[in-house]
């Protein structure tokens, strides 16, 4: 049998494409950020142990979140030879939290899909966030993810830069939330400084902001 070719990477060939996603693009999105994110450990904490079922509840949770982002704001994709490899959610400033229609639809999709214990997690940790949520304009970023067989190659780095030079174009302040120590370090090579710390559900939550125009170390 012959040998399949090997999956052309973006360290051959440098062809990485970001440009927004078309609403079409919003399933295969949702599907990339659930691999991607699945192991976070606030999701672990909050949507279970079981990495199958923890997967299915987030990519029905995600799938709902991008939609709302994308209506809201602007979703990045990364692109190598067409196929969609990473995702980065942007979130207009004063849409950070949902209107009442917005929110119900959130409920149902957390009601309809998590126990009761697990419904009563996600809103802890939910309800966390929106308290560290900066009072001034922002746009919101996030969820980040990329392709497991492009990590490590700087997927979500480029993907970073292209909102940081939108944010700047803009004279906007960004903002994120993660619960991954070693973003922290990723985050803050790009500008981000952390303005905020707290455990949720036994795990620690850093938030983080960019002022406009701010410096950075040169992209390599």
């Given amino acids: 049998m012959a040998r399949r070719p090997a999956r052309s990477r973006p360290d051959d060939n440098h062809l990485v494409d970001i440009r927004e996603l078309a ?21 672990v904490e909050a949507f279970g142990i079981d990495p199958d079922r923890r997967h299915r509840r987030l990519r029905r949770f995600l799938g709902h979140l991008i939609a709302y982002v994308q209506s809201n704001g602007d979703v990045l994709g990364a692109y190598v030879q067409g196929e969609l490899i990473g995702v980065l959610g942007m979130i207009k400033p004063g849409r950070c939290h949902p209107a009442l229609m917005d929110r119900l639809r959130f409920a149902g999709i957390i009601a309809t899909s998590n126990p009761p214990a697990g419904i009563f ?28 067989a492009y990590r490590r190659q700087g997927i979500g780095r480029r993907l970073m830069v292209r909102c940081r030079q939108r944010m700047d174009a803009l004279s906007a302040t960004a903002y994120l939330e993660t619960d991954l120590g070693i973003n922290v370090a990723f985050y803050e090579s790009l500008g981000f400084v952390v303005t905020g710390h707290e455990t949720v559900l036994g ?18």
Avoid: K, Q, Y
């Fill in 23 to 43: 609403p079409g693009e919003l399933r295969v999105a949702a599907a990339i950020l659930a691999n991607g994110m699945r192991d976070n450990p606030l999701h």
């Fill in 203 to 220: 795990v620690p939550s850093w938030f983080m902001t960019r002022p406009p125009a701010c410096r950075a170390p040169a992209d390599r």
């Fill in 121 to 148: 997690r996600i809103h802890r940790w939910l309800g966390a966030w929106a308290r560290n949520d900066p009072a001034r304009p922002h746009w919101h970023i996030g969820p980040l993810a990329v392709r497991p």
